[in-house]
């Protein structure tokens, strides 16, 4: 079993930085690809950033030069740096990662871009 927990979400206005933090427990030594996705209201969820376990890295064009993805596998902890803000990125963000063949999701975080 594999559980995420995510953290760091918030209000910031445009232009500002928020760092979001995935915390993963449970039977954690197989993990694999990890990842944050975002479902604003009325959207799809889509991806974000993803990042292998030995770190290859993938972001949306959308978030490319303002986003960084990074993990600590020592620590079982992934992490989104978010700069540069804007209100198109306000959204439900939320922890994947792939462990024994299946995906686990964390319960998501809220990030609010205020213009």
């Given at each position: 079993q594999v559980?995420?927990?995510e953290s760091g979400g918030?209000?910031?206005q445009?232009?500002?930085?928020?760092?979001?933090s995935c915390a993963a427990s449970g039977i954690i030594f197989n993990l694999r690809t990890?990842?944050?996705?975002r479902q604003a209201p009325?959207?799809?969820r889509d991806l974000v950033a993803q990042i292998t376990r030995d770190g290859t890295i993938n972001y949306a064009d959308s978030v490319k030069g303002r986003f960084t993805i990074s993990r600590d596998n020592a620590n079982?902890?992934?992490?989104?740096?978010?700069n540069s803000l804007k209100p198109e990125d306000t959204a439900v963000y939320y922890c994947k990662a792939n462990a024994w063949g299946d995906n686990y999701w964390g319960q998501g975080t809220q990030v609010t871009v205020s213009s």
């Open positions: 559980q995420l927990a918030g209000s910031v445009a232009g500002g930085s928020l760092r979001l990890m990842g944050w996705y009325g959207k799809q079982n902890t992934m992490y989104l740096q978010m």
